[in-house]
């Protein structure tokens, strides 16, 4: 992989804010890789940064700017920062008045895709795993890619891939505070376009013209692979194709999946693409939402040569995202799984799925709300898709980056839901827990559930 154009700052040093971030872990680690100095700041020490401390980076969980290594001066040090730190954060503030260039995570991220063909994933949801997909199905294949993944895969135990001679990189295309914006694609996905991230776009015509803009920013040459029937009028430019994909036949798609058969533990289909047809497919992580999301990576793949027997093979030996669909216990009596879902789509999609592949078993749901403005935007949605299982269990709202919204809790959901329910803390869950009776524990959300989910486990099993 080549150098980024960022390289044209003299600097031998890159200083993360927030890097224990999924996105922002895998830039410093690929600096990291390329013999920068990389330190960095996080307010927690969570798994991921005590990786990246074995790794050989600093990283202090104090807000000073007396713990920044001595030799990170402003002539020699890039600063990258999440937008999930305030600009108001004292480093920040001191960093900005000493005169340190300083980028956020999207730009430097955009810098890379304007020297390698950039494959990059957007979507409200399904991008994490489409892009993890697409990334293992180049890498075990003869065509290879780098990757920077907004989740952690199960195939490589990171969320970073270096590759020594290909210049494609697979890039998830994050349209939080319109960060893709800084993008140039080669190739791009569009997975869906349901409403988010209302607090910064106000309303969803704007995440739908955000979004347009995306597609206008694919390079001449390149081409767009769009779900087939969202609510996306794209603005290519010349020379770039548009095609659309589907999990199903019905749709009249350019790519799709046709003769799906689910059997125990089992998935397969075949995948129908306008240069010919490969002919059962098996899924890795046999579950029904990952056809739609297995046909879009297996197109993306294909249309880099990646030939029909590679991509057999890389589908089957495709073992999923930390997180997403996480199968963390299964014994003859119980199994449980971790699923990032914090979107009402995504809820909707992970509980049908579950309900699907576990037919006639009792299934309890916890959820965790992520975000106040999103719970305040979505509670009637997020109700109507956990009413669909046999329980819930509510716990208190994880508010990441915000400020508490007057009346908007995990009871506003809770009010609306209508299966059996129950609203308790994370303090008292475990102790919740053991007096329920299930076959499946599904856990849900983006906060920070999974921290508990070895001590669930014990508890349980």
Request: net charge negative.
């Given at each position: 992989?080549?150098?980024?154009?960022?390289?044209?700052?003299?600097?031998?040093?890159?200083?993360?804010?927030?890097?224990?971030?999924?996105?922002?872990?895998?830039?410093?680690?690929?600096?990291?890789?390329?013999?920068?100095?990389?330190?960095?700041?996080d307010?927690?020490?969570?798994?991921?940064?005590?990786?990246?401390?074995?790794?050989?980076?600093?990283?202090?969980?104090?807000?000073?700017?007396?713990?920044?290594?001595?030799?990170?001066?402003?002539?020699?040090?890039?600063?990258?920062?999440?937008?999930?730190?305030?600009?108001?954060?004292?480093?920040?503030?001191?960093?900005?008045?000493?005169?340190?260039?300083?980028?956020?995570?999207?730009?430097?991220?955009?810098?890379?895709?304007?020297?390698?063909?950039?494959?990059?994933v957007?979507?409200?949801?399904?991008?994490?795993?489409?892009?993890?997909?697409?990334?293992?199905?180049?890498?075990?294949?003869?065509?290879?890619?780098?990757?920077?993944?907004?989740?952690?895969?199960?195939?490589?135990?990171?969320?970073?891939?270096?590759?020594?001679?290909?210049?494609?990189?697979?890039?998830?295309?994050?349209?939080?505070?319109?960060?893709?914006?800084?993008?140039?694609?080669?190739?791009?996905?569009?997975?869906?376009?349901?409403?988010?991230?209302?607090?910064?776009?106000?309303?969803h015509?704007?995440y739908?013209?955000?979004?347009?803009?995306?597609?206008?920013?694919?390079?001449?040459?390149?081409?767009?692979?769009?779900?087939?029937?969202?609510?996306?009028?794209?603005?290519?430019?010349?020379n770039?194709?548009c095609?659309?994909?589907?999990?199903?036949?019905?749709?009249?798609?350019?790519?799709?999946?046709?003769?799906?058969?689910?059997?125990?533990?089992?998935?397969?289909?075949?995948?129908?693409?306008?240069?010919?047809?490969?002919?059962?497919?098996?899924?890795?992580?046999?579950?029904?939402?990952?056809?739609?999301?297995?046909?879009?990576?297996?197109?993306?793949?294909?249309?880099?040569?990646?030939?029909?027997?590679?991509?057999?093979?890389?589908?089957?030996?495709?073992?999923?995202?930390k997180?997403?669909?996480?199968?963390?216990?299964?014994?003859?009596?119980?199994?449980?799984?971790?699923?990032?879902?914090?979107?009402?789509?995504?809820?909707?999609?992970?509980?049908?799925?579950?309900?699907?592949?576990?037919r006639?078993?009792?299934?309890?749901?916890?959820?965790?709300?992520?975000?106040?403005?999103?719970?305040?935007?979505?509670?009637?949605?997020?109700?109507?898709?956990?009413?669909?299982?046999?329980?819930?269990?509510?716990?208190?709202l994880?508010?990441?980056?915000?400020?508490?919204?007057?009346?908007?809790?995990?009871?506003?959901?809770?009010?609306?839901?209508?299966?059996?329910?129950?609203?308790?803390t994370?303090?008292?869950?475990?102790?919740?827990?053991?007096?329920?009776?299930?076959?499946?524990?599904?856990?849900?959300?983006?906060?920070?559930?999974?921290?508990?989910?070895?001590?669930?486990?014990?508890?349980?099993?």
């Amino acid at each position: 992989m080549q150098h980024s154009t960022t390289d044209t700052i003299s600097f031998q040093n890159v200083y993360f804010l927030g890097i224990g971030g999924i996105g922002m872990s895998a830039i410093a680690r690929y600096y990291n890789a390329k013999h920068y100095a990389v330190a960095g700041y996080d307010r927690t020490r969570s798994t991921l940064c005590q990786t990246l401390e074995q790794e050989g980076i600093a990283i202090h969980y104090e807000i000073s700017h007396q713990l920044i290594p001595n030799n990170f001066r402003p002539d020699n040090t890039l600063v990258v920062y999440t937008p999930a730190v305030a600009t108001s954060n004292e480093e920040y503030v001191w960093l900005q008045t000493n005169g340190y260039v300083i980028k956020k995570r999207a730009a430097v991220l955009g810098e890379i895709t304007k020297v390698e063909r950039g494959l990059c994933v957007a979507g409200t949801h399904g991008k994490t795993t489409i892009s993890t997909m697409l990334a293992h199905l180049l890498k075990q294949s003869h065509v290879d890619c780098n990757a920077f993944l907004g989740g952690l895969s199960k195939n490589y135990d990171g969320n970073l891939l270096l590759s020594e001679h290909s210049d494609l990189v697979v890039i998830e295309a994050d349209e939080f505070d319109r960060s893709f914006h800084q993008l140039s694609p080669y190739m791009a996905v569009v997975s869906a376009v349901d409403a988010d991230h209302l607090d910064i776009y106000g309303t969803h015509e704007a995440y739908l013209e955000a979004f347009a803009h995306f597609t206008s920013l694919i390079q001449p040459g390149g081409c767009l692979l769009m779900k087939h029937g969202i609510a996306l009028q794209p603005q290519l430019n010349h020379n770039v194709k548009c095609y659309t994909y589907s999990g199903s036949d019905n749709d009249n798609a350019d790519f799709y999946a046709t003769n799906i058969h689910v059997g125990i533990g089992e998935l397969h289909f075949d995948f129908v693409s306008p240069f010919g047809v490969v002919r059962d497919v098996e899924l890795g992580v046999p579950v029904t939402i990952n056809v739609e999301n297995g046909v879009a990576a297996m197109a993306i793949a294909m249309l880099n040569g990646v030939e029909p027997t590679e991509l057999k093979n890389g589908m089957r030996s495709f073992r999923g995202v930390k997180r997403r669909f996480d199968v963390q216990l299964k014994t003859e009596k119980l199994t449980i799984i971790d699923d990032y879902a914090h979107h009402p789509a995504e809820l909707e999609a992970s509980i049908r799925s579950v309900i699907e592949l576990y037919r006639g078993k009792k299934v309890l749901g916890v959820f965790q709300p992520h975000l106040y403005t999103r719970t305040r935007d979505f509670y009637s949605e997020f109700a109507a898709a956990l009413s669909l299982l046999d329980e819930v269990v509510l716990v208190e709202l994880y508010p990441a980056r915000e400020e508490p919204i007057e009346n908007i809790s995990s009871e506003t959901i809770y009010n609306e839901v209508t299966c059996k329910k129950t609203l308790t803390t994370k303090k008292e869950l475990i102790q919740q827990l053991q007096h329920k009776t299930f076959d499946v524990l599904l856990t849900l959300g983006a906060g920070d559930l999974d921290t508990m989910l070895p001590q669930i486990c014990d508890a349980l099993k």
